[in-house]
C-alpha cells in the first residue's frame, strides 16, 4: 500500500491503530499518512519530517502542525534529538504528546487533537534529562 503510493517505504516505525495513523521512514524522511479504517488505503498525507534538518538548524527539536478538515482533527508533531527527554505542548494545557524511537538518538512526537482549531501561536517546550528547558 505505502510504497506503491508514496515512493520507497525504507521502514514502518509505529503505527496508530486508534487514530488510523502509520509513521514511516520514505525517500522524503519520515512520512505520517492517515488511513482508512481497515488500514488497507491512503486518505491524506499528514506530515513529512526531514530528518537533516535538525543537523541543519542545529535544533534540539523541529515541529509542526497540520489540519485535515475533512477528518475534522489537527496534529502537532516534531522529531528531535536524545537531548530532548521531555515534551510539553503549552498552547494546547500541557499536554505531553507520544514519543516514538526512531533512530539511536532520534524521537518523533506527536498529539491528535480531535478539536481541528488549534489554540496560537503554538508553543512547545521541550526539557533534558535535569527537567532544564531547552
Not at 2 to 24: M, P, T, W
Not at 46 to 58: A, H, I, N, P, Y
Not at 96 to 118: A, M
Request: charged share 25%.
Amino acid at each position: 500500500m505505502i510504497s506503491k503510493q508514496h515512493g520507497e517505504c525504507r521502514n514502518v516505525h509505529y503505527v496508530d491503530r486508534d487514530a488510523h495513523l502509520v509513521f514511516y521512514e520514505g525517500e522524503l524522511g519520515l512520512m505520517t499518512v492517515l488511513t482508512n479504517n481497515k488500514f488497507s488505503k491512503i486518505k491524506s498525507v499528514m506530515s513529512t519530517l526531514d530528518f537533516t534538518q535538525l543537523k541543519e538548524f542545529r535544533e534540539p527539536i523541529l515541529w509542526k502542525a497540520h489540519y485535515e478538515p475533512q477528518e475534522k482533527f489537527s496534529m502537532i508533531i516534531g522529531v528531535s534529538t536524545s537531548e530532548v527527554k521531555t515534551i510539553s505542548i503549552a498552547s494546547e494545557h500541557d499536554i505531553q504528546p507520544k514519543r516514538i524511537k526512531i533512530h539511536d538518538h532520534l524521537w518523533v512526537w506527536y498529539s491528535i487533537f480531535e478539536n481541528y482549531e488549534l489554540n496560537k501561536p503554538i508553543k512547545i517546550n521541550a526539557y533534558d534529562e535535569n527537567g532544564k528547558l531547552i
